[in-house]
């Protein structure tokens, strides 16, 4: 009965470990943000068995991300319980790349397939002044990754208008030179109680991609591994690969079947909306068949969540928690 109304089908889950971070991005996280406390946080093994439970319903993909996944301690046991998993192919990690340098070969040997990578600026003092951080740190973490084989790098750079919107050349030099790819994102509407997003703020990735274009000419579409919402081009004479990411100019709801694990367990449906499920009590307590029960209703919420979605205005959100706390 369900199937024929419903998709039942859970493609990839986003997990993430901590709502703690290294950085402090400005439009990311506030300056007197409250953390979760430890014990709230899911540990390895909770996460390991939601993984588990959820391949009954198709899926083979998930990313770690947070906060800062790697400041959470022995991240690799995590990649390497997923792991041990086979009906995952694929297990990928976002991260600024702050201490990569220094955890990239454990996370390789633990499993760990694919690294994306932000950055919103290449220029060391934009960069410090929008993360607090080092430019220089992050690099040194993708010439380990590179050197470790870690293939496909994915940078994501985060656009916003009259910030680093005229760095998209240097960014596709940046892809070629140290043979990654590179992603640009429009700015979400997230952290509505933080910054005040504004439809100025978005500078819709056409026009990048029209100024690539008059440099390189025509982009040609291509595809890469895990591509997930990326509309994904190729330079072809270097080969290199662009994806852009286009929330807000156009977005890419349309049978979505990505969930998002909160460091707290709880499941949720969509970034444009606070609609969550707890879930750390059944991981924590119950039996297989009172997880999968509650599986059956995170699969019936989504779909619902998605025809809500598709009804309502492009820059619509009411999602008040900001993406550190999410797990972008
Ligand atoms: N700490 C890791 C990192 O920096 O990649 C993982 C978590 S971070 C929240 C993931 C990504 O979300 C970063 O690339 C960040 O720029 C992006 N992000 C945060 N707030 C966003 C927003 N309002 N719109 C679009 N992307 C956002």
Redesign the pocket.
Known sequence: MFKEVFKMEISYLRI?VTDK?N?K?F??RPDNMEFIPHEEILRYEEIARLVKAMTKYGLKKVRI?????LVRPQIENLVYLLRQIPEIQDIGM????ITLAHHAEKLKKAGLNRL???I?SLKPELFYQITKGRLEDVLEGIKVSKKLGFDPIKI?A?IIKGLNDNEALDFVEFGIEYGVEIRF???????QGYIK?EKDMVRPLEEIKTKIEEKYGSLIPSFSVGSGAARVYEIPKYKAKIGFIT?ISNPFCDGCSKLRLTPEGKIKLCLRTDEEIPIKEVLRNGTDEDLDKMLKKILIEKEISNLKIQKSSYAFSDCVR???S???
């Open positions: 993430s971070c950085l991005c439009y990311c991300t947070g906060g800062e996944p976002t991260t600024n790349g994306n990578i932000s919103d994501n985060v994102i429009e700015m979400m509407p997230l952290g997003w929330p900001v993406m550190t999410i797990g972008g």
